[in-house]
């Protein structure tokens, strides 16, 4: 399980005064479980794309365990995602017409043409795990709140070491939330996966070990969550 190093990260677009990020230091031990929360535009999502390797950091670097992901060429950067890390967004990014089943076997199908030994028994049992009874219903027939379980069985089940969520439950009623909420954090602890959700919701929020704030991209101090249920070796150092 890698563990993070972000260092010297800044993050500038064109029109905008101040950095969208500018983050000298962030460590993360393996397995950590972080929230990521502050007001709309403080660079959450900004933050989610570089350390998830979906965007490269300008400048700076993001290291995850050996691998320094800025280093990497679009392509080998694509082929470390695809390895290490799990995606859940607030939109499912289902394809109708397929099943559950055939929507979290899609991505291992297109990545290698043919499924790795033991991922379709694997798709089964999370799916069983997140609460879809019936694999094979095609997933527009699904409530928002079973497509977002479907989104999270489809995240893990290349069993990737980290994590990673962009509001995950902005667009379902609470119980739905609450239902996800609780689902990625049991997921994640089950397969020892650091977990790094971005949200606004304080339940989600409660569930993680730790708060990472972010106010006009700059880190400051949250700490320990004493909502967490259960203390993990999570560490932040957002050095702020
Ligand atoms: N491609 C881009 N070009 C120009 N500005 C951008 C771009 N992407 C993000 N920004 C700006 O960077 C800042 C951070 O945006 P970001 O989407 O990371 O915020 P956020 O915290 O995720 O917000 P929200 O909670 O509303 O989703 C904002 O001011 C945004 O307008």
Same mark, same amino acid.
């Not at 950091?57 to 890390?85: F, M, N, Q, Y």
């Not at 939330?177 to 339940?203: F, K, N, S, Y």
């Not at 070990?209 to 560490?235: D, K, S, Y």
């Given at each position: 399980?890698?563990?993070?190093?972000?260092?010297?990260?800044?993050?500038?677009?064109?029109?905008?005064?101040?950095?969208?990020?500018?983050?000298?230091?962030?460590?993360?031990?393996?397995?950590?479980?972080?929230?990521?929360?502050?007001?709309?535009?403080?660079?959450?999502?900004?933050?989610?794309?570089?350390?998830?390797?979906?965007?490269?950091?300008?400048?700076?670097?993001?290291?995850?365990?050996?691998?320094?992901?800025?280093?990497?060429?679009?392509?080998?950067?694509?082929?470390?995602?695809?390895?290490?890390?799990?995606?859940?967004?607030? @939109?499912?990014?289902?394809?109708?017409?397929?099943?559950?089943? @055939?929507?979290?076997?899609?991505?291992?199908?297109?990545?290698?043409?043919?499924?790795?030994?033991?991922?379709?028994?694997?798709?089964?049992?999370?799916?069983?795990?997140?609460?879809?009874?019936?694999?094979?219903?095609?997933?527009?027939?699904?409530?928002?709140?079973?497509?977002?379980?479907?989104?999270?069985?489809?995240?893990?089940?290349?069993?990737?070491?980290?994590?990673?969520?962009?509001?995950?439950?902005?667009?379902?009623?609470?119980?739905?939330?609450?239902?996800?909420?609780?689902?990625?954090?049991?997921?994640?602890?089950?397969?020892?996966?650091?977990?790094?959700?971005?949200?606004?919701?304080?339940?989600?929020?409660?569930?993680?070990?730790?708060?990472?704030?972010?106010?006009?991209?700059?880190?400051?101090?949250?700490?320990?969550?004493?909502?967490?249920?259960?203390?993990?070796?999570?560490?932040?150092?957002?050095?702020?």
């Amino acid at each position: 399980m890698p563990e993070l190093h972000v260092s010297d990260l800044v993050v500038r677009f064109p029109g905008l005064e101040r950095p969208a990020l500018d983050i000298p230091t962030l460590q993360l031990p393996a397995g950590a479980h972080v929230a990521l929360t502050g007001p709309s535009g403080s660079g959450k999502t900004t933050l989610i794309n570089i350390l998830t390797g979906l965007d490269r950091a300008p400048a700076g670097r993001v290291i995850w365990g050996d691998t320094d992901i800025g280093r990497l060429g679009e392509g080998a950067r694509d082929r470390w995602r695809a390895g290490h890390v799990g995606l859940v967004m607030q @939109e499912f990014h289902l394809f109708p017409g397929l099943s559950a089943l @055939e929507n979290v076997l899609l991505p291992q199908r297109l990545a290698t043409f043919r499924l790795a030994p033991g991922r379709r028994a694997e798709a089964d049992r999370l799916l069983a795990r997140v609460g879809i009874e019936r694999p094979g219903q095609k997933v527009e027939t699904l409530s928002r709140g079973q497509m977002q379980r479907v989104a999270v069985a489809r995240a893990l089940v290349a069993r990737p070491p980290i994590l990673v969520a962009d509001e995950p439950t902005a667009s379902l009623d609470a119980d739905a939330g609450a239902a996800v909420a609780e689902l990625l954090a049991a997921l994640a602890r089950e397969v020892g996966a650091t977990l790094i959700v971005a949200t606004h919701d304080a339940r989600l929020i409660a569930g993680m070990a730790q708060v990472l704030r972010l106010e006009a991209g700059r880190l400051v101090p949250a700490g320990a969550n004493p909502a967490a249920p259960a203390p993990t070796h999570a560490a932040v150092d957002p050095a702020a």
